[in-house]
C-alpha cells in the first residue's frame, strides 16, 4: 500500500468527499454502490438498509423513501480531483441520491443534473453540450491563471508614459495564445478560403544578415487592419486578446519588464520613455528580438521568421512579443488606466482608436517594454500583424 503524508492525505479525503458529493462517484467504490452488511459498515448517524444493502440515515421514514440519504461508507476510495477529469466509459448511474441520478454516462464534464459536475476539464479548456473537454487549436501555449501589475510604476522612480499609469493590479484566467504571430502563409490560407487571392512577398531574409530575396512565407504577416486582424482570428475559432492578457503574456505571467526578464541593452536607454538599461550589446547570436539594427543588432533588415529569437521568448514559450510585426488588441484606446477593469477581460469605450502592443522590426529598442502602449485608428495598416487568443 502506498503511504501519503497527513497533508496529502487530508487533502485527497477533501477531494474524494467533494467528488462523491457531485454525483459523479458513478462505480468508483463497490459493485453495489456504497454497500454495505452490517451498521457498523456505516458512517455515525446512519444505519445498514438490510433490503438494498445500503446506508441510510436512521430514522428515515421507509427503506426506499425519497427522503433517504445514501452515503458513502468508511471504505471510501481515495481518489485524486486531478483524475476526475480522465475519468471514462462511465456506466449509468442507478443509486437514487436523495431522488436524483446524475446523468453522466458518457460525459467528462459539464452539468450532471443534479446540481453537481461529471468531471472538470484541464485549465482554459471549456467543456462542450456533449461533455467533452475541447482541445486547444494547435500552436497555442497555456498562459496561467494569475495576477500581475499592469501598467508602468510611477514611485519610487517613475517609468514609461502617462498612458501606462496608473499601476494597477489584475487577475487573470487561464487561457491559451499563439505561440507564434500569424505568418504570411497561414494568412494566405485564410484569405484564399474566402475568395481572395494573396501572393506572399519574396524579399525577406532567412538568416542574420542574409540577402533580402526570399520568401516571406514564415514570416509575420503585416500591413493588417483592426477588421483583418480580428477577421483572421476569427476565422479559425479564436479571438484578438485583450490589452491585459497581452501584457500579461508579455510579462512571462510574472513582473518582468520584458518577456525574457529584466534585464536590457543599454541601447535600449531613453530619457523620454524613463527607459534605464545597462546591459551589455546584443549580437545576431544573443538578440532576444527584433527592432532597428543600432538597438538590437539582430541582423535582419525587416522581419524575421517567425521563432527566430529563442532567448527571447516568455517563460511559457511565446515568441517574438517584442519585434517583429507589432500586434493589435482587442481593446479601444483609453489615454491611461483610470477607471481600467481589474480582471483580464476587453477594456470597452467609445475612441475609435485601437490599441496596439509590442513593437516591430523598425522600432528601437525602449519601445520593447511589456508595458509600452500605442494607438491608431482601426485602418491603420502599416507593420501591423496579429497573434490569437483562445478560447
Known amino acids: 500500500m502506498t503511504h501519503l503524508d497527513p497533508a496529502r492525505h487530508y487533502a485527497l479525503t477533501v477531494a474524494a468527499v467533494l467528488f462523491w458529493a457531485s454525483g459523479c462517484h458513478r462505480d468508483l467504490v ?3 454502490r456504497f454497500g454495505c452488511a ?8 446512519y444505519a445498514c438498509d438490510l433490503v438494498k444493502r445500503e446506508c441510510v440515515r436512521k430514522g428515515s421514514a421507509s427503506p426506499g423513501n ?10 471510501l476510495v481515495l481518489i485524486d480531483i486531478a483524475d476526475v477529469a480522465n475519468v471514462t466509459d ?24 443534479c446540481g453537481g459536475v461529471c468531471g472538470v476539464c484541464a485549465p482554459a479548456l471549456p467543456c462542450d453540450a456533449a461533455g467533452q473537454c475541447k482541445s486547444a487549436p494547435p500552436g497555442m501555449v497555456l498562459i496561467p ?35 507564434a504571430e500569424v505568418t504570411w502563409a497561414e494568412w ?19 538568416t542574420a544578415y542574409g540577402t533580402a530575396t526570399n520568401s516571406c512565407a514564415n514570416h509575420p504577416v503585416i500591413g493588417l487592419t483592426w477588421e483583418e486582424a480580428r477577421g483572421a482570428c476569427q476565422w479559425s475559432g479564436r ?12 510579462r512571462s505571467a510574472k513582473a518582468y519588464r520584458f518577456p525574457w526578464g529584466d534585464d536590457c541593452p543599454s541601447e535600449f536607454n531613453d530619457a523620454a520613455a524613463l527607459t534605464t538599461c545597462s546591459g551589455d550589446a546584443w549580437t545576431e547570436i544573443t538578440a532576444k528580438a527584433n527592432c532597428t539594427e543600432v538597438d538590437c543588432h539582430d541582423g535582419f533588415g525587416r522581419t524575421a521568421p517567425v521563432r527566430s529569437f529563442p532567448l527571447g521568448k516568455s517563460a511559457q514559450g511565446v515568441y517574438d512579443l517584442i519585434g517583429n510585426a507589432i500586434e493589435w488588441v482587442a481593446d479601444p484606446w483609453h ?4 477607471g481600467a477593469p481589474t480582471t483580464g477581460i476587453v477594456w470597452n469605450g467609445s475612441s475609435a482608436d485601437y490599441v496596439f502592443r509590442g513593437g516591430a522590426a523598425n522600432n528601437v529598442g525602449w519601445v520593447s517594454r511589456a508595458a509600452n502602449r500605442y494607438r491608431t485608428v482601426a485602418n491603420y495598416a502599416d507593420w501591423l500583424g496579429v497573434r490569437c487568443a483562445w478560447p
Open 38 to 45: 452490517t451498521d457498523e459498515d456505516c458512517i455515525l448517524g
Open 90 to 113: 462511465v456506466p449509468p448511474v442507478t443509486t437514487d441520491l436523495g431522488g436524483c441520478k446524475p446523468q453522466c454516462a458518457g460525459r467528462k464534464c459539464g452539468p450532471n443534473g
Open 30 to 32: 463497490s459493485d453495489y
Open 66 to 75: 425519497a427522503k433517504d440519504v445514501v452515503t458513502p461508507p468508511k471504505d
Open 188 to 206: 494566405k490560407t485564410h484569405q484564399e478560403a474566402l475568395g481572395h487571392p494573396v501572393t506572399i512577398p519574396s524579399d525577406c531574409q532567412d
Open 335 to 338: 489615454s491611461n488606466y483610470e
Open 239 to 250: 479571438r484578438l486578446p485583450s490589452e491585459a492578457e497581452w501584457e500579461y503574456a508579455a
Open 145 to 179: 491563471a494569475g495576477s500581475f501589475m499592469m501598467g508602468s510604476p510611477q514611485l519610487p522612480v517613475p517609468e514609461g508614459f502617462d498612458s501606462e499609469w496608473p499601476q494597477h493590479k489584475v487577475l487573470m484566467s487561464a487561457f491559451y495564445l499563439d505561440a
